[in-house]
């Protein structure tokens, strides 16, 4: 089992930056892929960017290239999201969550989920 707790959200202006992190408990952390997503008021929880067990894959969704980075440290069971260039469509709760699986944009493929931090861009 897996235990997930997001930090790093807060309140920051259009074109400014952040750093999320979800730290993992348990030993087993570096089996996981790992993966964002982000969920804004009156919508669905969607896909933002996922890496492998290694680090050595990473994937992110089209509204996110190029300004977000997924990255991982498995000696310190931590996932980061570092967002740059941020805009106001971006404010959502993000959320982190691990699968066994090999990295994937799906919700139900992941088994574990953190409670998320809210991250809210003013225009």
């Known amino acids: 089992q897996v235990q997930l707790v997001e930090s790093g959200g807060g309140l920051v202006q259009a074109g400014g930056s952040l750093i999320l992190s979800c730290a993992a408990s348990?030993?087993?952390?570096?089996?996981?892929?790992m993966g964002w997503f982000r969920q804004a008021p009156g919508k669905e929880r969607e896909y933002v960017a996922a890496?492998?067990?290694?680090?050595?894959?990473?994937d992110y969704a089209d509204s996110v290239k190029g300004r977000f980075t997924i990255s991982r440290d498995n000696d310190k069971n931590t996932v980061y999201l570092q967002m740059n260039s941020l805009k106001p469509e971006d404010t959502a709760v993000y959320y982190c969550a691990a699968t066994y699986y090999s990295p994937t944009t799906e919700v139900y493929d992941y088994d574990y989920w953190g409670q998320g931090t809210q991250v809210t861009v003013s225009s």
């Open positions: 348990g030993r087993t952390f570096s089996s996981y892929a």
């Open positions: 890496i492998s067990w290694s680090g050595g894959t990473t």
